[in-house]
């Protein structure tokens, strides 16, 4: 499995330190509000194309502790 200190990083100069998936600008919120509406991992995933499979799975993995 692979750690969320690789796939997810907070910076105060990137968004605010809002936390982002390592090497993009994109949101862990923004999966989340896909998640939410009902979007599949997958349209998440074709719509950020910079988000791995395996940050986006390693992150829901530790907020939803699968």
């Known amino acids: 499995m692979t750690s969320t200190s690789r796939v997810v ?3 105060p100069n990137i968004l605010g ?3 982002v998936f390592t090497g ?3 949101t862990i919120k923004t ?3 896909y998640l ?3 979007d599949s991992l997958d349209e998440f995933l074709d ?3 910079s988000v791995s499979r395996e940050q986006a799975i390693a992150t ?3 907020l939803y502790s699968f």
Request: aromatic share 4%; hydrophobic share 30%; no cysteine.
């Open 60 to 62: 829901m993995q530790k």
């Open 36 to 38: 939410e509406a009902g």
């Open 9 to 11: 990083h907070s910076d």
């Open 17 to 19: 330190g809002t936390p």
């Open 47 to 49: 719509r950020f194309p």
């Open 31 to 33: 999966l989340l509000d």
């Open 24 to 26: 993009t600008r994109v």
